[in-house]
């Protein structure tokens, strides 16, 4: 239960980076800090006590193997996920160049004046 | 047991670098923080049985450090922010903060406890999953046969995305198109 809470304080911490912060790479960074926490949260989820990995390997007993083996299934989704979000984090990062090109600035604030 | 220790010290550096993250005054250093909570992140995926989204975390973790790097090392490295400025200052924020791990550590409770999962759907990939697929590794069974669909789409996810940033990023078409303007004000 703890681990469920510290996780979500990470969350918590990239959130507050997203809303408050004036620097746009800190708004990024905020994002990824909160992709991390929703990963690690679908894993924990699906750990299972003293559970090994969802791999078989050749000296192992097929029966104890299904028993013990952690849930397969986030594991799966978070795979895409985490390649999904370096993808996106490649557009943010491209359009923040672009905004610096065009304003000068990477702040939030002077970017909204300057526009009038 | 000991396993449970290690996850909570692991968890708590990784609170810490993402504080520093935040309230650090350095665009660089912040940038190269995040990395360290991103390779915790990963040893943390090592001890939860996970060992390819390890790997993937890695790699990926790589690439970002080196987008971000790029997106910071050109351009003033100071973050904006007045001195003053920190998380204490922001009294509706701290409250707003209050309340949402307030509810949180409440509805947390209603969670199955932590390392006892639900199997109802796993379970079957489980049972079925070296007889229907014949892949030793389950999660590429999953991704590759049970849910193929799933990954089709998250590919057009991923293509998009890269499309999309590429053709923000792109020059040549841009300053072809400022030419053409410049040559229809001329005429």
Known sequence: MTLYFLNFVL??????ALVAKRHIVKKILGVSIMEYSVNLFLILIGFKKSGVAPILMKDMDLSTFIKTAVDPLPQALVLTSIVI?????ALMVAMAIR?????????????????? | MNTLVLLH???????????VTVEIRNMLSAVISVGA?????SIM?????????AITQVIVEILSLILLIR???????????????????????LIFIGIILAFAWFSFHSLRPFGYPSMRVSQFYLNQGLKEVGATNFVTSVILDF????????????FTSISGAFAILRRWKREQHKDFLRIDREH
Request: glycine residues 12%; hydrophobic residues 50%.
């Open chain 1, 85 to 89: 979000g370096l993808g996106t984090l």
């Open chain 1, 99 to 116: 905004i610096y090109e065009r304003y000068g600035t990477f702040d939030m604030h002077e970017i909204n004046r300057l526009r009038g």
């Open chain 2, 71 to 93: 997106s910071t090392i050109n351009v003033d490295n100071m973050a904006i922010e007045k001195r003053g400025e920190h998380v204490l200052s922001n009294r509706a924020t």
């Open chain 1, 11 to 16: 969350f918590i911490i990239g959130l507050y």
């Open chain 2, 9 to 19: 010290i692991l968890l708590g550096f990784m609170i810490i670098g993402s504080l």
């Open chain 2, 45 to 53: 995926f090592l001890f939860l049985g996970a060992p390819d989204i």
């Open chain 2, 37 to 41: 909570v991103g390779f915790a992140l």
């Open chain 2, 147 to 158: 849910r193929a669909y799933d990954t089709l789409g998250e590919a057009m996810v991923l």
